[in-house]
């Protein structure tokens, strides 16, 4: 189809013919009697495909990276266990990261709370390769009033993050955690447009130095609430920081 706008003798598209191969003008109503569907909105979602259905869009802009074979490793693995801290928390993580590539399903936010160096942010920019984005989306950005574009970016990278911004954040127009994260359905906007839907569930990982974002409940509005969606990791510091020097030894700064 080639969008040529609306002349005055009413053709307003031109098409290529597969039958004739030649070019043609169609009136618009035509085209859409015999190619198009009329859908009452636009439905964003983490499914795997495009589909119209009862009156509604839904388009899937998160595509799986199929350039990716599973594989084991064992310098990942010994990371993660640093990462974890223990081997109960590693068995939780592991579990975690199991489930992670299911959008459609709800999980948990990760929160990791250790000193620099340790891999916080690795963890997010690592998982997000899952998929053809291979970038994440700040925590600030998903939760701002125009996030659209968590709609192709399912991983959510909430580095540094603090007790205010889990809460929402002192403006009005972001959306509490505890309603961000497992609630399967989430409102996104862009400028200009009427709000859509996001069906499924982006995968949280945040991460700080201390946890000092839980000795004041006062900013909290349901403090059970927020642990309720939050698996806790904290790492072995000095173990992380010998594995990324180990690394670097092997493979260099990259």
């Known amino acids: 189809w080639h969008d ?35 859908v009452d909105k ?4 983490y499914d795997d495909k495009d589909k119209i259905e ?11 990276n199929t350039t990716l074979a599973p ?31 299911d959008l459609t399903k709800s999980l948990t936010a990760l929160l990791v709370i250790g000193e620099p160096g340790t891999g916080k942010t690795l963890l997010a920019e690592s998982l997000s390769r899952l998929w053809t984005s ?23 990278d909430g580095s540094e993050i603090t007790g205010e911004q889990m809460n929402g954040g002192p403006r009005g127009d972001k959306m509490m955690f505890r309603q961000f994260v497992g609630s399967g359905s989430i409102p996104l906007e862009r400028k200009g447009a009427e ?24 900013s909290y509005a349901d403090l059970d609430a927020i642990i309720r969606r939050l698996v806790l990791l904290k790492p072995n510091n000095t173990g992380c920081r010998s594995w990324f020097d180990s690394m670097y030894t092997a493979h260099g700064a990259d």
Request: with cysteine; charged share 20%; proline share 5%.
């Open 134 to 156: 291979k970038s994440t989306i700040s925590y600030d950005k998903a939760i701002s009033r125009f996030n659209v574009d968590l709609a192709s970016h399912p991983v959510v």
């Open 4 to 38: 040529v706008g609306f002349d005055q003798m009413g053709l307003p598209l031109l098409y290529d013919d597969p039958n004739t191969n030649q070019r043609k003008h169609i009136p618009i109503a035509t085209a859409l009697n015999q190619y198009g569907k009329v």
């Open 71 to 101: 594989q084991y490793s064992k310098e990942v693995d010994t990371w993660l266990g640093c990462l974890s801290g223990s081997p109960e928390a590693k068995g939780v993580l592991d579990n975690w990261l199991a489930y992670a590539s």
């Open 54 to 64: 009862d009156g509604s869009l839904y388009r899937n802009l998160t595509k799986r």
């Open 42 to 45: 636009v439905i964003y979602t």
């Open 195 to 218: 709000v859509a839907a996001l069906h499924g569930s982006p995968r949280v990982i945040l991460s700080a130095n201390n946890d000092d974002m839980f000795t004041d409940d006062k």
